[in-house]
């Protein structure tokens, strides 16, 4: 998303978006700030949800939010440090069987 300028001036009202497939452009269109941004309570303007692509979890992230329910119903007042801890080491010691069915549920979702 890159401002829509001319040669005299930047209008940061308008934006032009551009997708991009291995370092190359393949796609323009223009947009409102209104259309893009969102005002939030304290006025500072985020992206719009819509526009928001969230990232799939990875095998790791997966892994880490079972074990972290299990934790948290063993231990429910554990910090979220010390969680990330301890599965980052239940990670490191988990075998390739394990470690591939997560890779596979990060893979479906």
């Not at 939030?40 to 997966?62: K, V």
């Not at 239940?90 to 591939?100: G, Q, T």
């Amino acid at each position: 998303i890159v401002p829509v300028s001319d040669s005299k001036f930047v209008d940061l009202n308008r934006f032009r978006i551009m997708g991009y497939a291995r370092g190359k452009a393949f796609c323009t269109c223009f947009a409102s700030r209104s259309d893009i941004f969102e005002a939030s309570d304290n006025g500072i303007m985020t992206p719009a949800p819509e526009l928001r692509i969230p990232r799939p979890p990875n095998a790791w992230i997966i892994y880490r939010s079972h074990k972290s329910k299990e934790i948290r119903k063993k231990v429910p007042h554990v910090t979220a440090g010390y969680i990330s801890t301890l599965v980052s080491q239940m990670w490191k010691e988990e075998s390739c069987a394990i470690r591939l069915l997560y890779n596979d549920k990060a893979i479906e979702a």
